[in-house]
């Protein structure tokens, strides 16, 4: 089993990325070799502020450790220090058809109603489908958004296979029962997202005690007062049960229980304390890893690590589709 996934620096890192992917990133190291890349590439293709990127570059290296990758286990990387993603990822979008890459809710959504929008937003998935194949991942642990590009990226490893013969992989998607659509606090409707440009909707890794507090006081629920699941009548509470339930130890029933008759504001106010425990330790590794040597170390020998598993599948990709290996 070899396991290869990914995050955008585009923002900090929510609870939402947590639940639906982070967390599955640690725990799936005890069964599986893996391979986990900060992918700045895919960052830029909206505008980011030099001096954001490279902080949230360093966050979210610092925020995989702090959650739990474990670097001698596991290979950490960023995207732009193996340009083997790059090389790959163009002819993925040699192999990609317009249509396809049409077809894309991400596209359509974060596309909509803005100017100037990059072509590397809409070729972004055959640069995902590179990441991932550049590695022949078995699995790639992801949150529910991200289904629609691993189809894909099954479609052209197909395609390519079909094409030139036997070369990739067919990857499979990890996608978490629980918590792998964590929804906006602001708009039930929406995902949670880091890059949003309103940080009520999101609850990030790094966010104070008091901010998290302030933020779930602040989330919306519905016109009732009781906390009962139910995702097409309560999308919000039962979104904020699903954070509830995945921050602690309880079911969802447990809590729909404890809660019953209780109201809003005793249920938030102890929601907040669940989510400020489960991000306090991390929050403290993070502190300790984000300025230190040892993270560029690690990142240096998560490079090293990549590369020597991704030269040698893209050298077979060229020598497959008949371009001249240089000598
Ligand atoms: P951006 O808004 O820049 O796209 P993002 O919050 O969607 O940021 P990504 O870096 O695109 O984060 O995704 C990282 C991982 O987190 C992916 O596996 C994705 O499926 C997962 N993920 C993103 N948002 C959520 C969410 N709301 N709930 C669960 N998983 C999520
Ligand atoms: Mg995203």
């Known amino acids: 089993m070899r396991v290869f996934s990914g995050m955008q620096p585009s923002g900090t890192p929510t609870l939402g990325n947590y639940l639906g992917a982070?967390?599955?990133?640690?725990?799936?190291?005890?069964?599986?070799?893996?391979?986990?890349?900060?992918?700045?590439?895919?960052?830029v293709t909206v505008p980011q502020e030099p001096a954001a990127l490279h902080r949230q570059t360093r966050q979210l290296s610092a925020l995989y450790l702090a959650a739990g990758i474990d670097p001698r286990r596991s290979v950490l990387f960023l995207q732009s220090h193996v340009p083997a993603h790059s090389q790959l990822g163009w002819l993925m979008e040699c192999l990609v058809h317009y249509g396809e890459l049409g077809r894309m809710t991400q596209f359509k959504e974060k596309s909509e109603g803005k100017e100037g929008v990059s072509a590397g937003l809409f070729t972004y998935p055959a640069l995902m489908a590179a990441d991932i194949l550049l590695y022949q991942a078995t699995h790639v642990p992801v949150g529910e958004d991200?289904?629609?590009?691993?189809?894909?990226?099954?479609?052209?490893?197909?395609?390519?296979?079909?094409?030139?013969?036997?070369t990739f992989v067919i990857p499979e998607p990890l996608i978490p029962k629980v918590g792998s659509r964590i929804m906006s606090l602001d708009d039930p409707t929406?995902?949670?997202?880091?890059?949003?440009?309103?940080?009520?909707?999101?609850?990030?890794?790094?966010?104070?005690?008091?901010?998290?507090?302030?933020k779930i006081r602040r989330a919306v629920t519905d016109s009732e007062a009781e906390v009962r699941f139910d995702p097409q009548r309560?999308?919000?509470?039962?979104?904020?049960?699903?954070?509830?339930?995945?921050?602690?130890?309880?079911?969802?029933?447990?809590?729909?229980?404890?809660?019953?008759?209780?109201?809003?504001?005793?249920f938030k106010q102890d929601l907040a304390e669940a989510v400020v425990a489960r991000l306090e330790p991390l929050q403290e590794r993070y502190r300790e890893l984000v300025d230190s040597e040892e993270l560029d170390r690690i990142l240096a020998e998560g490079a090293t690590k990549a590369k020597a598993v991704a030269e040698p599948n893209l050298h077979l990709v060229f020598e497959r589709m008949g371009f001249l290996l240089p000598r």
Do not use: W
């Open 22 to 43: 982070l967390r599955h990133f640690v725990e799936i190291q005890d069964e599986a070799e893996c391979f986990y890349c900060v992918v700045d590439l895919h960052a």
């Open 146 to 166: 991200q289904k629609q590009h691993l189809e894909l990226t099954r479609d052209l490893a197909e395609r390519f296979n079909k094409r030139y013969g036997d």
């Open 190 to 214: 929406k995902k949670m997202s880091k890059s949003s440009a309103n940080p009520g909707s999101y609850i990030s890794l790094l966010d104070s005690p008091d901010e998290i507090r302030k």
């Open 234 to 266: 309560k999308p919000a509470v039962s979104n904020l049960l699903t954070i509830y339930s995945s921050c602690t130890d309880k079911t969802i029933p447990e809590l729909e229980k404890q809660y019953s008759g209780v109201g809003y504001g005793p």
